[in-house]
């Protein structure tokens, strides 16, 4: 266990979080604001905070009513002397979500904020404040860095169980008192309705809170956003919102499952009357840009992106990446020459650009999909793959080429400390990556460390693609496909960096907390 006290800086907070977070279920259960409503505003989804630095970080709110976005911070939890900051103006144009972003904050310290939201005629008229609280990013050493990942929330229609406690992962996780939360996406699942009741596999029933956007695919603006209201009905989630920052990535769930740029939906999914995946991603990227607090991208921003590299302090750097919005078509993934890959050459690029110039001693590359675990695409045909390893052991095709390149990178450029987190494939797992197992041998070893889901099915482990000789070291999966949460199979990762030693230690843990799998890495050694 990490040597950090416990209870951590935020647990003493605990108790005034959860009467300001932990709010009375939204109004009809999702249903979008009224544009004329008595009282005052509400904001009713709570609050979340992303893509925190040493000096600043972003809020956002959702308001049940066109209002001002007002927040206030403070060093204390009493909130003598606030600083207060006039946010934007919410209203329909974001589905009345808002983000504010605050500058000039102390590096390294714990930062108290309550969100109000004003009448926008009447200033004067404000609702009741929420708050929340996160740490800036320390600029010492010593204070170590502690955070969680993992991915893939609410699919294969296990939604909201209100006879279970709902999404009660989120409670274990927040107990860990995180620096951040690197959600490494299907932060939703646009594609997967919802339904009142499934069965269990021992005759009993699971029963979901439904709403009107989860009862069929995401096709308009206003289901995908409705989609992303959904999680926020539970309460569990809302609380560690206010007191976990968050850094996110989207993958193929937020649009439709394995969506590539260019797709058509086939004339016989009668789900899906729009057939192009373009304009639905387009949908999809602005409901998630409006859902989620993000420095790159932000509502209606065309140019925006979803990559980007969040400097932790001397000891983490994490690069967020997006193997999704720039890939080529999936394939059987057997070309010798790929230019396009999983990443594109312009997302590629920044990203070597990027770890050359890091001075962190880890750098995290936070991937949506893994490396060298074989996903199929069965939706496009039988040998069609989803991710980068193809199934073949041996050099490296198709997708493989790219990371294969970016491999060769970082071994002649001499960058140590690097570390791959993902998600994706719903079972959790450890493999080590090691150039005298493997076909390309032109690398340095490095680790890769699945988890999750979160809330969803739960499947079998993946095979193991030879190319760059993955061994699987540890794996905890079901022997069957899409266990239900009540099922077990949860599972969220730590990564706890410690300031004195500079060890990078990871955790596998399943739902409750408990520690499943550790290992520990030794900075600036290679073969670990």
Known sequence: MSTRPFPGRRAVLRGSLVASAALTLPTALGAAPAFARSGRPRAEWGVQTGDITRDSGLVWVRSDRPARMIVETSATESFRNPRRRRGPLIGAGTD????????????????????????????????????????????RRRDGVRFLWSGDLAGQGWGINPDIGGYRIFDAMERLDPDFFLFSGDTVYADGPVPATAALPDGGVWRNITTEEKSKVAETLAEFRGNFRYNLLDENLRRFNARVPSVVQWDDHEVRNNWYPGQRIADTDARYTEKSVDVLAARARRAFSEYFPMSTLRPGDREGRVYRVLRQGPLLDVFVLDMRTYRGANSS?????????????????WLKRELSRSRAVWKV??????????????????????????????????????????????????????????????????????????????????????????????????????????????????????????????????????????????????????VLFTKTLRPGLVGQ
Do not use: C
């Not at 000039?104 to 004067?124: F, K, M, N, T, W």
């Not at 490396?371 to 980068?388: F, K, M, N, Q, W």
């Not at 069957?480 to 009540?486: C, D, L, Q, R």
């Not at 990762?493 to 500079?502: F, N, Q, T, W, Y």
């Open 365 to 514: 590359i936070a991937a949506d999909m893994p490396i060298g675990l074989v996903v199929p695409d069965t939706t496009e045909g039988s040998r069609h793959v989803e991710a980068v390893a193809q199934g073949d052991p041996g050099a490296p095709l198709g997708r493989e080429l790219q990371i294969a390149e970016l491999l060769r990178f970082v071994k002649h450029r001499r960058i140590t400390g690097t570390v791959w987190l993902t998600a994706d494939v719903h079972h959790t797992s450890a493999q080590h990556y090691q150039p005298s197992r493997a076909a390309f041998d032109d690398f340095e070893p490095f680790w890769e460390f699945v988890s999750g889901p979160l809330n969803a099915g739960a499947f079998p482990a993946s095979a193991l693609d030879g190319t760059f000789g993955p061994e699987r070291v540890w794996v905890k999966a079901p022997s069957a496909s899409n266990v239900s949460p009540a099922g077990g199979y949860q599972f969220f990762g730590e990564v706890d960096i410690d300031g004195d030693s500079g060890e990078l230690t990871v955790r596998m843990r399943e739902q409750d907390g408990t």
């Open 333 to 349: 993934g057997d070309q010798t020459v790929d230019p396009q890959g999983i990443l594109g050459r312009e997302q590629l690029e």
């Open 96 to 139: 009345f979500t808002g983000t504010t972003r605050l500058h000039g904050l102390p590096s390294g310290e714990q930062i108290h904020y309550r969100v109000l939201l004003a009448d926008p005629d009447d200033p004067r008229r404000t609702g009741e404040p929420v708050t929340g609280t996160f740490r800036t990013v320390t600029s």
